[in-house]
T-cell receptor, first 115, second 116 residues
């Protein structure tokens, strides 16, 4: 069964450092997403990406964040200068079409710990 | 504005009991989708069900069933004869047509603890 793959599963970084979280969406999917879940809290939408550009972003997704699809298979989330409050589980998701009535496939998540 | 409320923070049951997880949503859109996801202790999000706003038929899948009632803006989830493996956090989520279905809005989740 196809799946969304995220690497690494856990990353520890020092405050102020840049981190890149990687995702490999399902190959024939067209829409890609990043969500964040601070420990013990709800899952929050960060950004959606289609046709090599951001289609929607939340207020959480400020200038410290960026996304790109550098090579047609990977989908990355970069945090330029991490803060302690960026510590969270980050989920990548992809869907084949542009409407959420189809199943959104989530990756297993990357746990980011900022120290 | 879209909002999903899961008022039950944590529920504890004994194996084989039935349990219902509540979900109430708010939306101004007439076209929307509702979802349930399971998050086991390992942390991943597992898709359970989606339901569109025009389909109020209840659904049963094995021990799982869902009751969608537009009149009360609720989409409740029942597990029959619960098992220890059902222990997880369960999230209800909503996606609206007026956002182009571009995002899921999640509730705060209900932690289900099933003890032997």
């Amino acid at each position: 069964e196809p799946e969304v793959t995220q690497t690494p599963s856990h990353q520890v970084t020092q405050m102020g450092q840049e981190v890149i979280l990687r995702c490999v969406p399902i190959s024939n999917h067209l829409y890609f997403y990043w969500y964040r879940q601070i420990l013990g809290q709800k899952v929050e939408f960060l950004v959606s990406f289609y046709n090599n550009e951001i289609s929607e972003k939340s207020e959480i997704f400020d200038d410290q964040f960026s996304v790109e699809r550098p090579d047609g298979s990977n989908f990355t989330l970069k945090i330029r200068s991490t803060k302690l409050e960026d510590s969270a589980m980050y989920f990548c998701a992809s869907i084949r079409t542009g409407i959420m009535n189809t199943e959104a496939f989530f990756g297993q998540g990357t746990r980011l710990t900022v120290v | 504005a879209q909002k999903v409320t899961q008022a039950q923070t944590e529920i504890s049951v004994v194996e084989k009991e039935d349990v219902t997880l509540d979900c109430v949503y708010e939306t101004r859109d007439t076209t929307y989708y509702l979802f349930w996801y399971k998050q086991p202790p390992s942390g991943e999000l597992v898709f359970l069900i989606r339901r569109n706003s025009f389909d109020e038929q209840n659904e049963i899948s094995g021990r799982y069933s869902w009751n969608f009632q537009k009149s009360t803006s609720s989409f409740n989830f029942t597990i029959t004869a619960s098992q220890v493996v059902d222990s997880a956090v369960y999230f209800c989520a909503l996606s609206e047509a007026n956002t182009g279905f571009q995002k899921l809005v999640f509730g705060t989740g209900t932690r289900l603890l099933v003890s032997p």
